[in-house]
């Protein structure tokens, strides 16, 4: 099976090692790219300068909280972009106001979480989201 790549949208160095040994120690074959800032983001999935030749991932986990450009911006140019609005986005946030959930679905986030305190069941939510958006939802073929 061919690796699903995944791109991890983060600023939180911490947050990225526990979601890079969660990613790892899965039974899904992927392979993370990681950017830290919004802008860097945006220039990856709209190919754009260093990353010009980068390929589209199959699947975002989306942090809310970054530099430059946040994550709702993100979210909404994604989904306003014809090549791009089908690739399934999860928020992973620390947040869990009412405000930031509703703002993300109305911005057609695919799917809310917030990121738990505890290590273990950080790591247990990464692996159980790679799970279901892989092994369980149909996604569309390879864009």
Not at 54 to 62: K, T
Not at 129 to 140: G, K
Request: aromatic share 4%.
């Amino acid at each position: 099976m061919q690796a699903i790549e995944i791109l991890l949208i983060e600023d939180n160095p911490g947050d990225i090692e526990i979601t890079r040994q969660s990613l790892n120690s899965g039974k899904i074959n992927n392979k993370l790219q990681v950017v830290m800032d919004g802008e860097e983001a945006l220039d990856y999935l709209f190919q754009r300068g260093k990353h010009e030749k980068s390929n589209l991932p199959d699947m975002i986990l989306l942090d809310l909280n970054l530099p430059k450009v946040s994550g709702r911006e993100i979210l909404k140019a994604l989904k306003e972009d014809e090549l791009r609005k089908s690739i399934p986005v999860i928020i992973l946030s620390s947040s869990e106001a009412a405000a930031d959930i509703d703002e993300s679905y109305q911005l057609h986030a695919n799917c809310f979480v917030t990121k738990p305190v505890q290590l273990e069941t950080f790591m247990d939510v990464v692996q159980v989201i790679e799970s279901f958006w892989i092994n369980i939802v149909r996604l569309p073929d390879q864009l």
